[in-house]
């Protein structure tokens, strides 16, 4: 008895063991085909963005057409070759989040693929489905998982410091027809039980209150005046990397065209 109790353990630790290590293989693998499909998409986004500046440059009599509220802007064009998804790039400075905006027909989908549509537990930074890049609503809503190597949204967490907020203020939209500033308002963890992801309103009133409430809930205070005028920009991501939960961090910021 004693000895087939102890050939059970063993079995049992060694199952254990190989589990173990399969889930640290495949968390790492996670972060690697991250770094990978991340590296690929920048380069191909600062080669078109360089290519296209000297082009400008020569021709700048054409600067007003290229900006044209209806004219997809020359850096996208070899991004949409790869994907016509996306719909736009973000960035901060001094920061690693520098990664293209995708957008599918429901939220779910970008949450588990990369930006060549391919499978990913990392997935991708991606706008509401109700959101339209060539309509700017008043709320903006963007997604992305919270990476512990400070990729996607993984340096949001840090705006719930006053000091990292005042060194960050600003954060770099590009649509597929315009750029943008935003301005940091508002930085502060929630559950999903504050419907901050509204993405249009009844009336001023009603805009003017929901960004009471946000400010009731903000770590930070940047004094960034809102106006019924105003239209923000909503950064969301989950409290622990592609883990998903209740708890939420929130950055949002006040839509200033460039």
């Given amino acids: ?28 693998y996670t972060y690697y085909e991250s770094a990978k499909s991340l590296k690929e998409v920048q380069m191909i986004y600062a080669e078109t963005l360089a290519t296209n500046q000297e082009e400008v440059d020569d021709e700048a009599k054409k600067t007003e057409e290229i900006k044209s509220k209806y004219m997809i802007r020359p850096q996208f064009h070899d991004l949409l070759a790869v994907n016509e998804r996306i719909v736009g790039w973000i960035a901060i400075d001094d920061t690693k989040l520098n990664n293209p905006i995708l957008q599918a027909e429901d939220n779910d989908f970008y949450l588990t693929h990369n930006f060549k549509n ?18 700017i609503s008043r709320n903006t809503i963007l997604y992305g998982h919270a990476m512990k190597d400070g990729t996607m949204f993984g340096s949001l967490k840090n705006y719930l410091k006053q000091d990292y907020a005042d060194a960050h203020r600003t954060i770099y939209i590009d649509t597929l027809y315009e750029g943008y500033d935003v301005e940091v308002f508002a930085a502060y963890e929630t559950t999903i039980d504050f419907y901050y992801i509204e993405t249009e309103f009844k009336s001023d009133e009603d805009f003017i209150h929901f960004i009471g409430e946000v400010q009731k809930r903000s770590k930070i205070d940047l004094n960034v005046a809102i106006g019924p005028d105003d239209k923000i920009v909503t950064l969301s991501t989950c409290k622990d990397s592609v883990m998903s939960d209740d708890h939420r961090f929130v950055v949002q910021g006040k839509l200033v065209k460039r």
């Fill in 1 to 28: 008895m004693k000895k087939w109790t102890s050939k059970l353990l063993t079995f049992i630790y060694v199952a254990i063991f190989l589990y173990s290590g399969f889930a640290l293989v495949k968390y790492l």
């Fill in 118 to 135: 391919r499978g990913s537990r990392a997935g991708s930074i991606f706008m509401d489905y109700r959101n339209d890049a060539l309509d």
